[in-house]
């Protein structure tokens, strides 16, 4: 199991054990964490799984695709490290991943 912590906008946080091969959306919405909504289920479709991603970690989560790039342009306050957590993978490399979340999804 990969530790996660999940910041909510408040300060509340959440440490969570994801399973590898998860995303970092499913491992929140499997955990009840609020201000993940996963409107699209995970499908990089919607822009409700916004994160931002601690600086430390935004090289080890990887390159945001064309498409999610695409999507972040429905989020409201997109940073340099917004990412769409269904886009990114929970792997071993990902133990004591911080991602923050945003005041709204919508």
Avoid at 43 to 56: I, K, N
Avoid at 57 to 78: H, I, P, Q, R, Y
Wanted: charged letters at 25%; a negative charge; glycine letters at 8%.
């Amino acid at each position: 199991m990969v530790k996660i912590t999940y910041i909510e906008f408040d300060g509340t946080e959440h440490v969570l054990d994801v399973k590898p091969g998860l995303t970092v959306m499913e491992g929140a919405v499997k955990n009840n964490v609020p201000g993940i909504d996963a409107d699209c289920g995970g499908a990089c479709a919607c822009a409700t799984c916004h994160v931002y991603v601690d600086d430390a970690w935004t090289d080890k989560t990887g390159d945001k695709s064309a498409m999610e790039e695409s999507m972040l342009d429905f989020a409201e306050n997109v940073e340099p490290n917004s990412r769409l957590s269904c886009q990114i993978k929970v792997s071993d490399a990902l133990d004591g991943l911080v991602v923050r979340l945003p005041e709204s999804q919508h």
